[in-house]
């Protein structure tokens, strides 16, 4: 395959598939001479190749199929019979069209195959009554096979006799294994004085024949060879066994781990690696190139831009970047719809791009590549780019947010209001942004799939939508929970955070708003929802600790009450029966760890029975609000996280730099060079020791670790601290400059003096690239951090 | 015989069949053993809240999520005695493995349309729905069960 390019191979493949079934069809159209399905069918296939070798610059090949084709489409529109030497002629064209298929695969080109024998036989064929004697005398040996063939056809014509085809079906066995020579055989009891002629015919015929089944064995699996179909419901099985075997895998793993008997753990080492190599092959077969899904937008954008009056020149980049089969397909129409946005939108006019000192032809380029685990598009284009103060104008007027929250907004995050659903359905935003409808509903498939978006803009030099996508679907991250005695799935997708109230503030901090539960959630109040009682159980936590795992799902925040949080862990994702789907609130089931089956919630259907619908629309308008003024306050009223780092000190992190809390077993720490770093999630995590960093001397060696750990941009770090001790709010009024190391001040904190840490600095001690590796500045640390 | 005829099952109308056959609460039953995949001992079942009444949970077979369905409750019979494990049988519908909670599981029987009668008119409620009829066996009757009703719940 080497030398080829993807067209060429895939044409190849296919051509081989193609061919097989054309010699079935050929003879199989003998029997049934009018099946006008299999005549379609053989001119489809022969159309098929000509057009491509065209495009592809295969000389010769087109000129046998153009010819072949020109006596298909006249036997189709029954201008011309199929008689058995027409089969013939054609069965030859066919292995022609293998020799110059094999010279193609062996190096590229033609080769030396010749068709001009070919191709004036089927002239002859073609025209019937015309041997054309002056132009066959020049084709050299293959000459004599053309006037002889048709001779004996007009001999056959004139007979026009059944019996005689018959006799010719008779032949037809054998001509499949040498076409040439049969070719002539039938001619010779009627037509003697022919027969000289055609045996050498014959004999020129072959060689050329011999070739292709002599290429294939020398050089090894040809490319019809190593290529197979197989069934996608075929390998979503593989998939689902390999799954369990991963399972299975890390249970004998764990057990093995307790064996001192060295045996046991080398088997059990040399298992988990097979079955991880296993697991990624299996993968690998469900993975498409995006370019499956990329072929069809030159054809949209180019037909958009007529339609608008746009040149637009589409560029892409990173075809050949995979992802699973049914991703792809998720991706493809929110993809499509971005893209014909950007050239109904996002470029301009040719004369305003004129006026704007660009070039008139507008650029939009596709990106696509694998980051940490997922695969980044890029839909970028160089148009008018989106205006924020317009946007925000905008979603001002809707009642989106306030003016004041506007104010304090970044830039970035008043182009995330675009994905609102308020926003986008007004249809006059898009005539004022240039962006919108349809915005809300490209985030909600791509977050379907356990996806991200965002859109970043620079007036006037355009703007550029980025989606993050898993690599599969089979296989996602979820927390396990428990409730009633019951483990459950929750996506990892749809939860937002975790809280945890011991009993005493459990019994302050849930009241009530009209009989219904609500929970204040850094001064919001969060509704509450008991799992147990959607299920009509019975909680068994009887010890009044409340755990509430806020959830999201269509613009909906409520707080899920569950017995207790089990673990974070991947699973694997099946199917329930038929039975179970009336339920409505399982959106499939997996098998943990020790073999038990656990369902996995629809938080979707859960919030939606739980939840009046008109509340949604409410809360959705706040929480733009919550979230726009949560980034806006930064400077006022900040939420930050205390900790503690030993010798009595603590320091206040910003929470909103916190992307999660774990914990760490100080045995999987590992070192690369002077650094440590931690395996997680499948990517290495750089540490740093807060104690040390900060030269703090706390209890150096603990079994676990607490581990803030900040991520961004698909990078993390984590942070050791010795103890997480509350989340309070930063009222940043009592300041003092201590400027030591690795802070930026002190401040009261409930009544201890806090140190607040500066987060930069304490990252840049675990990565110093951490920062470097973002382009854009501004898009890295929010500004909010060096200000506390 | 019109009930088998006009129900499901073309091997019940005429001539033999094999069915494999379990107890429920001293009842002896019987299925179609084409449909049989495997029976297995008492599994660990995970509980569906929410789900119809006779469908007693999830099971693990071999990494695939199986429903497994009450018999005893499908047919109105009273709950298993506690400490008692039921039998599990996988049948295997349209491509779709479904396992049904039995008592105890028996021989495979060989039976003749001969021996087959409808069940009696005075046969009510939720059985009658689900049984096709008795095949009258020395000492013993041996009612089918339509599977396909069964596991549609």
Request: charged share 25%; proline share 5%.
């Amino acid at each position: 395959m080497d030398g080829l390019d993807d067209i060429v191979g895939e044409f190849l493949v296919e051509s081989h598939e193609n061919l097989d079934q054309l010699d079935r069809d050929l003879v199989a159209l003998e029997q049934e001479p009018n099946s006008r399905e299999r005549m379609s069918s053989i001119f489809r296939t022969i159309h098929t190749i000509k057009g491509t070798s065209g495009f592809l610059a295969f000389n010769r090949l087109e000129e046998v199929t153009h010819v072949g084709e020109n006596m298909l489409s006249k036997m189709r529109d029954g201008v011309l019979e199929l008689t058995p030497f027409r089969t013939d002629v054609l069965l030859r064209m066919v292995d022609c069209v293998r020799s110059l298929l094999a010279a193609i695969e062996a190096d590229g080109t033609e080769g030396s195959v010749d068709v001009s024998e070919v191709v004036a036989a089927i002239s002859a064929a073609l025209e019937d009554r015309a041997p054309a004697a002056s132009s066959v005398a020049t084709l050299a040996p293959a000459a004599p096979v053309a006037p002889a063939a048709p001779a004996v056809e007009e001999l056959h014509d004139e007979d026009n006799d059944d019996e005689h085809d018959e006799d010719h079906d008779d032949h037809e066995d054998d001509a499949a294994h040498a076409p040439g020579p049969v070719a002539a055989a039938p001619a010779a009891p009627p037509a003697v004085p022919t027969e000289p002629a055609a045996q050498p015919a014959a004999a020129a015929a072959a060689p050329k024949l011999e070739p292709e089944p002599g290429t294939g064995p020398q050089k090894g699996r040809g490319i019809a060879d190593s290529t197979i179909r197989v069934d996608v419901d075929l390998l979503d099985a593989l998939m689902q066994l390999v799954g369990e075997l991963v399972l299975t895998r890390n249970q004998i793993v764990q057990y093995a781990s307790q064996e001192t008997g060295t045996d046991l753990v080398r088997a059990s080492q040399r298992l988990n690696l097979i079955a991880s190599e296993l697991q990624e092959g299996v993968m690998r077969t469900r993975m498409q190139p995006i370019d499956h899904i990329w072929s069809k937008l030159p054809r949209v954008v180019r037909d958009l831009g007529q339609q608008v009056g746009k040149s637009v020149r589409l560029e892409m980049e990173g075809k050949e970047t995979e992802l699973d089969k049914t991703l792809l397909e998720a991706v493809k129409d929110p993809l499509t719809h971005l893209v014909r946005n950007s050239v109904d939108h996002g470029i301009e006019k040719a004369e305003v791009r004129l006026a704007a000192g660009k070039p008139s032809d507008g650029v939009l380029s596709l990106r696509a590549r694998h980051e940490s685990g997922q695969v980044v598009v890029e839909i970028s284009d160089d148009g008018a780019g989106m205006d924020p103060a317009r946007i925000g104008a905008k979603a001002v007027e809707r009642g989106l947010i306030t003016a004041e929250q506007m104010a304090r907004m970044s830039t970035q995050d008043i182009l995330q209001l675009t994905f609102l659903p308020g926003f986008s359905t007004a249809a006059a935003v898009t005539n004022v942004s240039g962006r919108g409808v349809g915005m809300d509903v490209v985030k909600t498939n791509i977050e379907a799939i356990g996806g991200t978006i965002e859109v970043e803009s620079v007036v006037g030099k355009g703007t550029s939508t980025r989606l993050r996508i898993p690599l599969t679907l089979a296989i996602m991250p979820a927390l396990t929970i428990e409730c009633a005695g019951e483990r459950y799935a929750i996506p990892q997708v749809s939860l937002q955070e975790l809280v945890a109230l011991d009993a005493e503030k459990a019994a302050a901090a849930v009241e009530e708003v009209g009989g219904a539960p609500v929970y204040r959630l850094r001064g919001e109040l969060l509704p509450l929802v008991q799992l147990a009682d959607v299920f009509g159980l019975t909680s068994d936590r009887h010890d009044g600790h409340l755990v509430i795992a806020v959830l999201r799902s269509e613009g909906r925040r409520f707080g899920l009450v569950v017995d207790r949080v089990i673990n974070t862990e991947e699973i694997v994702v099946k199917a329930v029966g038929g039975q179970l789907k009336a339920v409505g609130l399982y959106s499939g089931a997996t098998i943990l760890g020790d073999g038990a089956v656990a369902l996995i919630l629809d938080v979707q259907a859960l919030s939606r029975r739980a939840m009046r619908p008109e509340a949604a629309e409410r809360q959705e308008a706040r929480a733009a609000a919550a979230a726009a003024s949560l980034n806006a306050s930064v400077a006022e009223r900040q939420r930050m996280l205390l900790a503690a780092i030993g010798g009595g000190r603590q320091v206040a992190i910003p929470l909103d730099t916190v992307t999660r809390l774990e914990q760490v077993k100080s045995a999987t720490v590992e070192r690369i060079g002077s650094r440590e770093v931690v395996q997680y999630r499948g990517a290495i995590l750089p540490i740093v020791r807060l104690d040390r960093h900060l030269g703090a001397y706390g209890e150096s060696e603990r079994e676990v670790l607490e581990v803030v750990v900040y991520a961004d941009h698909g990078r993390s770090v984590a942070i050791v601290v010795e103890e997480i001790l509350d989340i309070v709010d930063g009222e940043a009024a009592v300041h003092s400059d201590i400027d030591d190391m690795g802070l930026l001040g002190a401040a009261v904190f409930g009544d201890k003096v806090t140190e607040l840490l500066d987060v930069r600095a304490a990252i840049l001690a675990a990565d110093p690239m951490f920062f470097t590796a973002i382009h854009d500045a501004s898009l890295g640390v929010p500004s909010g951090l060096l200000e506390v | 015989m019109s009930t088998a005829t006009t129900t499901t099952t073309p091997t019940l109308a005429g001539g033999n069949a094999q069915l494999a056959t379990f107890w429920l609460d001293n009842d002896l039953y019987g299925v179609e053993v084409e449909h049989v995949q495997e029976v297995l001992r008492s599994q660990g079942i995970t509980q569906v809240p929410l789900s119809p009444p006779a469908v007693a949970g999830l099971i693990n077979l071999r990494g695939q999520v199986v429903t497994a369905i009450e018999l005893r409750e499908l047919l109105g019979r009273p709950p298993r005695a506690e400490g008692t494990d039921p039998v599990v049988i996988v049948v295997r519908l349209h491509g779709e493995a479904v396992s049904l909670l039995v008592d105890a599981i028996a021989d495979v029987v060989d039976v003749n349309a001969r021996d087959f009668e409808s069940p009696p008119d005075t046969l009510d409620g939720k059985a009658r729905e689900l049984i096709l009829g008795a095949y009258k066996l020395d000492g013993q009757l041996l009612l089918a069960l339509d599977v396909n009703r069964a596991v549609g719940v």
